[in-house]
């Protein structure tokens, strides 16, 4: 089995299918920390869409130049697809693979429960037992390492294909390129995404909004839950989820700004609070998904606006010293 380091983002398969190989690069945070500063929502919810959508600006295999990508399409590899995977697993590459039916994967989130086209990494196999290790949410919706029988997978890509649904297998490799913290990019997105406010984005329009005000979209998307318009059997329960990992990320690119300047850790340590926050939204927000309860929403909205507030004053307090390193940067200049 290769290498298994827990991905800065695992809210989706996507993201956990790049994220896991990134780590084989040891400055591959470094990536992560200049490209995902910006968080999106969609407003669709507030027309009768049942999830805000949560995402990143970007983070998969396809967005991360320092990754070697080799596909196939699962068209062409249906009859042979073992010795694909064994052979990519074998030259360390892994393997991030989609069109695939959860109904027939043991173990993973839908399995005999729902069909559904969905995606994960593979990052091992078993021959004497016959089986794989998989990388994805499993069927307590926790994202780990689970084995699977191969013949499960193999069942479960073949029922798609002969449905005429294609997917892949997309061998990916972290490549030895050092990735540079980049301040000036950092700096200004930390700028455009503190800038964000309703006035920009505004109630009647369907599409993404980004930065800060995302907090406000979100307790909206609560409000929906709270009085009914979106059924709590619909409602979305990954969002919290990527709340908390976007804190986490937040929080070390704070400090790997204060190490690249030789600052305090004051502020990364105020920050932290942020991240507790988050955790905890989380936790009430995953008791309202296993019993429906206003009360909860409520005290998430309350955390909510209390890290939008504590990422104003810190965030604020960062580019202002930011500025003070790039005028003497320039003055040197």
Same mark, same amino acid.
């Given at each position: 089995?290769?290498?298994?380091?827990?991905? +800065?983002?695992?809210?989706?398969?996507?993201?956990?299918?790049?994220?896991?190989?990134?780590?084989?690069?040891? #400055?591959?945070?470094?990536?992560?920390?200049?490209?995902?500063?910006?968080?999106?929502?969609?407003?669709?919810?507030?027309?009768?869409?049942? #999830?805000?959508?949560?995402?990143?600006?970007?983070?998969?295999?396809?967005?991360?130049?320092?990754?070697?990508?080799?596909?196939?399409?699962?068209?062409?590899?249906? %009859?042979?697809?073992?010795?694909?995977?064994?052979?990519?697993?074998?030259?360390?590459?892994?393997?991030?693979?989609?069109?695939?039916?959860?109904?027939?994967?043991?173990?993973?989130?839908?399995?005999?429960?729902?069909?559904?086209?969905?995606?994960?990494?593979?990052?091992?196999?078993?021959?004497?037992?016959?089986?794989?290790?998989?990388?994805?949410?499993?069927?307590?919706?926790?994202?780990?390492?689970?084995? #699977?029988?191969?013949?499960?997978?193999?069942?479960?890509?073949?029922?798609?294909?002969?449905?005429?649904?294609?997917?892949?297998?997309?061998?990916?490799? #972290?490549?030895?390129?050092?990735?540079?913290?980049?301040?000036?990019?950092?700096?200004?997105? +930390?700028?455009?995404?503190?800038?964000?406010?309703?006035?920009?984005?505004?109630?009647?329009?369907?599409?993404?909004?980004?930065?800060?005000?995302?907090?406000?979209?979100?307790?909206?998307?609560?409000?929906?839950?709270?009085?009914?318009?979106?059924?709590?059997?619909?409602?979305?329960?990954?969002?919290? %989820? +990527?709340?908390?990992?976007?804190?986490?990320?937040?929080?070390?690119?704070?400090?790997?700004?204060?190490?690249?300047?030789?600052?305090?850790?004051?502020?990364?340590?105020?920050?932290?609070?942020?991240?507790?926050?988050?955790?905890?939204?989380?936790?009430?927000?995953?008791?309202?998904?296993?019993?429906?309860?206003?009360?909860?929403?409520?005290?998430?909205?309350?955390?909510?606006?209390?890290?939008?507030?504590?990422?104003?004053?810190?965030?604020?307090?960062?580019?202002?010293?930011?500025?003070?390193?790039?005028?003497?940067?320039?003055?040197?200049?």
């Amino acid at each position: 089995m290769l290498p298994y380091v827990e991905p +800065l983002y695992s809210t989706y398969h996507f993201l956990a299918c790049a994220g896991i190989p990134a780590k084989q690069n040891d #400055t591959s945070d470094n990536w992560y920390y200049n490209n995902t500063i910006e968080w999106r929502c969609t407003r669709k919810f507030l027309q009768g869409f049942t #999830t805000p959508e949560i995402n990143l600006s970007c983070g998969s295999i396809w967005n991360m130049p320092f990754l070697d990508k080799i596909g196939v399409n699962t068209r062409f590899a249906r %009859r042979c697809a073992l010795d694909i995977i064994k052979t990519m697993i074998d030259d360390g590459f892994y393997i991030a693979f989609s069109g695939v039916d959860d109904y027939y994967v043991k173990g993973k989130s839908w399995y005999k429960e729902q069909h559904f086209n969905h995606d994960g990494l593979i990052i091992g196999y078993d021959d004497e037992n016959g089986m794989l290790s998989i990388a994805a949410y499993d069927q307590r919706w926790i994202f780990t390492v689970f084995e #699977t029988p191969q013949e499960c997978f193999i069942e479960a890509m073949t029922v798609l294909c002969d449905k005429g649904v294609y997917g892949g297998l997309y061998a990916v490799k #972290t490549k030895d390129e050092v990735q540079e913290l980049d301040v000036q990019t950092i700096y200004k997105d +930390l700028k455009k995404y503190l800038s964000s406010g309703i006035d920009e984005y505004t109630l009647n329009s369907p599409d993404a909004a980004w930065g800060i005000v995302v907090y406000d979209y979100i307790c909206m998307y609560l409000d929906k839950l709270a009085d009914g318009s979106i059924p709590h059997e619909r409602r979305d329960r990954r969002v919290f %989820r +990527l709340i908390w990992e976007h804190k986490k990320c937040m929080h070390g690119r704070i400090k790997a700004v204060e190490k690249q300047y030789g600052w305090d850790n004051e502020l990364s340590s105020d920050y932290e609070e942020v991240v507790k926050l988050s955790d905890k939204a989380r936790f009430i927000y995953s008791k309202f998904v296993i019993k429906y309860s206003n009360m909860h929403l409520e005290r998430i909205q309350v955390l909510l606006m209390l890290m939008k507030s504590l990422e104003v004053q810190i965030l604020g307090k960062l580019l202002k010293s930011f500025e003070g390193e790039l005028n003497v940067q320039t003055s040197v200049e």
